[in-house]
């Protein structure tokens, strides 16, 4: 989902939430796609997974913080970073 500017009542999002709903189907069906969302594509991940939705986005301030990759599986056996080599996952 790319970055950029537009707003929630644009076409943009019902569209995305198209594309989402779509691979979330085809993931359910067994076919492993990955999202990624970059800025607001990240944020309209949010809202598409989460209960409240736009509301999800309000009171959040975080600036200039980086936040550790907590794993729950070993991510070697993951498909998304399985053909990372070991020093991309010591950071």
């Known amino acids: 989902m790319p970055g950029g500017d537009a707003p929630v009542d644009s076409i943009y999002y019902p569209f995305a939430k198209k594309v989402f709903e779509y691979v979330k189907q085809k993931n359910a069906d067994g076919l492993h796609y990955p999202v990624w969302g970059t800025c607001q594509g990240f944020q309209n ?3 598409f997974v989460a209960e409240g939705g736009q509301q999800s986005l309000q009171n959040r301030t975080a600036s200039k913080t980086n936040f550790n990759i907590d794993f729950v599986v070993d991510p070697g056996t993951t498909k998304l970073f399985s053909s990372l080599q070991e020093e ?3 950071f």
């Open 88 to 90: 991309a996952l010591l």
């Open 45 to 47: 991940l949010v809202m």
